[in-house]
């Protein structure tokens, strides 16, 4: 069993960054690849950005690329996702996931944390 704890979320103004962590508690951290969804009130869960298990990859949904950078430190069981240039409309609960492969679908992942609110202010 694989737990995940999200943390950074909070309130920002447009334009501004946060960076979310996500901390797994395994020692298989880096058999894992992780990833990023986010859902917006009354809204489905959406892909926003997955990494490989080694970190040599990764993979981003188009409305966040350039803005957002995810990456890991295998040697802390952390995975990051660094926002930057925030837009209301990345306003959501995001959440992290461990896989074993890197995908863009919320079925391919086994392990979800619990969730950090991101807000932000136009």
């Known amino acids: 069993q694989v737990q995940l704890v999200e943390s950074g979320g909070g309130l920002v103004q447009a334009g501004g960054s946060l960076r979310l962590s996500c901390a797994a508690s395994?020692?298989?951290?880096?058999?894992?690849?992780m990833a990023w969804f986010r859902q917006a009130p009354g809204k489905e869960r959406d892909f926003v950005a997955a990494?490989?298990?080694?970190?040599?990859?990764?993979d981003y949904t188009d409305s966040v690329k350039g803005r957002f950078a995810v990456s890991r430190d295998n040697s802390k069981n952390t995975v990051y996702l660094q926002l930057n240039s925030l837009k209301p409309e990345d306003t959501a609960v995001y959440y992290c996931?461990?896989?074993?492969?890197?995908?863009?679908?919320?079925?391919?992942?086994?392990?979800w944390g619990q969730g950090t609110q991101v807000t932000v202010s136009s």
């Open positions: 990494i490989t298990y080694n970190g040599i990859s990764t």
């Open positions: 996931a461990a896989g074993p492969f890197m995908r863009r679908r919320g079925y391919d992942y086994d392990y």
């Open positions: 395994t020692r298989t951290f880096g058999n894992y690849a």
